[in-house]
Every structure is written in C-alpha cells, then in structure tokens.
C-alpha cells in the first residue's frame, strides 16, 4: 500500500510508504468508518501521533529496577565472570585455529 499527496513548503510532496498489515488494516477500519480518503485518514493518522501531548520527563513516575541476590555461590567474584569468558573465548578462537592448520 502506497501513501501519496502531502504539502510540505509550498510544495505537493509525494511519497511511498510500506505499512505493516495491522496498520493497513486500522486505517482501512478508519478509512471505512469516517467515510474519508486514505490520504485524509494517513495524514490525520500521522499528525495525531506526531503531535500526541506527552508528559514532560519531570513529571514522568521514574523507572525503578528492584535488585535481586544472583545466586552465585560463597567465594564466586561476579567480575571475574567476565575475565572467564573472555579466557574461553581465546581458548575456542585457539582451536579453531589449530583445526585450520591441521587441514
């Protein structure tokens, strides 16, 4: 589905859009339901989320993530956990490397 005919400065401005099925089919039902074009329906679309009023970050509720226990057992450094995969990673890139050779 193509969307066509906007102005933009003066100017006709025309445009190809591929919309995902469930879009299509919303502003078909918008389309069917107003009795308007499928320009009039994608530009009212478009400007309504374009221009939606959302609230200012100041008063947004903050995103707060509750920490939890990882489980590792007494004596395991979760920063070393790294430092170990990063040693298996050589290990395996070694043998690759080996096996290369060897053929």
Known sequence: MTASASTHY????RTTVTLDKDVERMLRDTMHRT???????????????????????????????AARPMGLREGIDPAALNKLADELEVDAVREQAVARRAR
């Open 10 to 13: 003066d100017a006709l401005m």
């Open 35 to 65: 009795r308007a074009s499928f320009k009039e329906t994608l530009n009212q679309a478009v400007r309504a989320g374009l221009t939606a009023r959302r609230q200012p970050a100041g008063k947004r509720k903050p995103f707060v993530l």
